[in-house]
């Protein structure tokens, strides 16, 4: 495995964990999800970009009305256009800024389940994007996600994963009641000099 696909599975690993941790948090031990749709999403916060992870799950009861609101032919499967359409659709409904500047989501791949599973309620939608912050000076940052498509019918769950880097240090994290908004406050210090030996 390349050193970029044993980053993606580590990530994953972290953002499936964080996932798992956060549902047993939020929903109570007896509760399934069956009239409404979970869009769990955990930030990364990197020194140069911000990666998401987004889980979709819809309960049994939504979940035709989802795969009709992929399937937008109705002949009973779903083409990659017409998931990757979805995706993106799902990805436009998100509001990404650092320090009240907005930034630009940039799509990196997804995988859809067997449309039996997601009838069944235990299929979930996994997107990954990711957007970049440019060039951040040292000090003291707010970075915002806000998701913009409210429903009724819909669970938000947001969530930040431990940064990567040691330069990066969260203070807090605040949501709105309905966890439709997460504010992250964090610190970027300067890296640590490489000093060099010199040769003897």
């Known amino acids: 495995m390349s050193a970029c696909g044993k980053k993606d599975a580590s990530f994953s690993l972290r953002a499936l964990l964080a996932l798992c941790s956060l549902l047993c948090l939020t929903l109570p031990s007896q509760a399934h999800l ?7 999403t955990l930030v990364s916060v990197g020194t140069d970009v911000v990666t998401l992870e987004i889980k979709l799950i819809p309960g049994i009861d939504v979940a035709v009305t989802v795969i009709s609101g992929i399937d937008s032919n109705r002949d009973g499967t779903i083409s990659k256009v017409e998931s990757l359409v979805f995706v993106r659709s799902v990805l436009r409904a998100m509001e990404l800024s650092l320090d009240g500047r907005n930034l630009e989501i940039e799509y990196l791949g997804h995988v859809l389940p067997p449309l039996a599973e997601l009838r069944a309620g235990i299929g979930a939608v996994r997107i990954k994007a990711r957007a970049g912050l440019g060039n951040v000076a040292n000090g003291e940052h707010r970075f915002i996600c806000r998701n913009l498509q409210l429903s009724p019918v819909r669970i938000y769950l947001l969530n930040a994963l431990v940064p990567e880097t040691p330069r990066i240090t969260i203070h807090s994290q605040k949501r709105d009641e309905l966890q ?9 210090r300067a890296a640590e000099p490489v000093i060099l030996n010199e040769p003897e």
């Open 180 to 188: 439709t908004t997460l504010q992250l406050d964090y610190t970027l």
């Open 34 to 40: 069956l009239d409404q749709l979970l869009q769990g």
